[in-house]
């Protein structure tokens, strides 16, 4: 069987969110309302970063400058890339992040060539444009993950997931095994949702290495 691996980016890839480090610094208004909003479900998390960065009329450069040394990979992320490579694999990251701080973080990684979907954004005087793009090329308001996994599976992949937050788990009940951490995790055990836990990607190649 053909195989996949879905993973997030925010808090999965990296151990803390970059955004939240953009929209700190330089948000013009109350972003972390937004983000009670979502946490409290009344907005999808595609309306919080549309509408949060929207807030943000700093260029490109100066954001990207403000996440050096700010943003820490998880351990083995390198590891999991060849081995996936390797095993023939496709790696595919979907994230409800923005692409130009991903692009800048996997290029910084050597890694530019790795699969990723996110959130597109556009730099206007106005503040940061956010579009989420489905599998069909149309623009989406919500499920941007769970639209991804859902596609794939079409395709015929064997899925396996990774993530770690809320906004994960609607894709994940999609997946045929999923590695979680965070809030992804919480749910799976309060749910009873078969998961493994992923504390760090050298621990997740060792256990992909027993998939047949």
């Given at each position: 069987?053909?195989?996949?691996v879905?993973c997030?980016f925010d808090?999965?890839?990296?151990?803390?969110?970059?955004?939240?480090?953009l929209?700190?610094?330089?948000a013009?208004g109350?972003?972390?309302r937004l983000l009670?909003d979502?946490?409290?479900?009344?907005?999808?998390?595609q309306?919080?970063?549309?509408?949060?960065f929207?807030?943000v009329?700093?260029d490109?450069?100066?954001l990207?400058?403000?996440l050096?040394?700010?943003?820490?990979?998880?351990?083995?992320?390198?590891?999991?890339?060849?081995h996936?490579r390797?095993?023939?694999?496709?790696l595919?990251?979907?994230?409800?992040?923005?692409?130009f701080?991903?692009?800048?973080?996997?290029?910084d990684?050597?890694l530019?060539n790795?699969?990723?979907?996110s959130?597109?954004?556009c730099?206007?005087?106005?503040?940061i444009?956010v579009r989420?793009?489905?599998?069909?090329?149309r623009i989406l308001g919500?499920?941007?993950?769970?639209?991804y996994?859902?596609?794939f599976?079409?395709?015929?992949?064997?899925?396996?997931?990774m993530?770690?937050g809320?906004?994960?788990?609607?894709a994940a009940?999609?997946?045929?095994?999923v590695?979680?951490?965070?809030?992804?995790?919480?749910?799976c055990?309060e749910?009873k949702l078969?998961?493994?836990?992923?504390?760090?990607?050298?621990d997740?190649?060792?256990r992909?290495?027993l998939l047949?």
């Amino acid at each position: 069987m053909k195989t996949l691996v879905q993973c997030d980016f925010d808090g999965t890839i990296t151990e803390g969110d970059a955004s939240f480090v953009l929209l700190d610094a330089f948000a013009q208004g109350d972003w972390r309302r937004l983000l009670r909003d979502y946490e409290e479900r009344r907005i999808s998390v595609q309306d919080l970063n549309t509408k949060a960065f929207a807030m943000v009329k700093t260029d490109e450069s100066a954001l990207l400058k403000a996440l050096n040394g700010r943003v820490r990979v998880r351990a083995g992320f390198q590891e999991l890339v060849s081995h996936c490579r390797e095993r023939r694999f496709r790696l595919v990251i979907v994230s409800n992040g923005l692409d130009f701080y991903i692009r800048a973080i996997l290029k910084d990684l050597n890694l530019e060539n790795v699969e990723a979907v996110s959130a597109r954004a556009c730099f206007g005087p106005e503040g940061i444009e956010v579009r989420y793009m489905g599998p069909d090329g149309r623009i989406l308001g919500d499920g941007f993950k769970e639209a991804y996994i859902k596609s794939f599976l079409e395709l015929g992949y064997r899925v396996i997931y990774m993530g770690n937050g809320e906004s994960d788990v609607a894709a994940a009940k999609h997946a045929h095994h999923v590695f979680a951490t965070g809030r992804l995790l919480a749910y799976c055990r309060e749910n009873k949702l078969d998961c493994q836990p992923l504390e760090n990607f050298t621990d997740v190649v060792r256990r992909l290495e027993l998939l047949q």
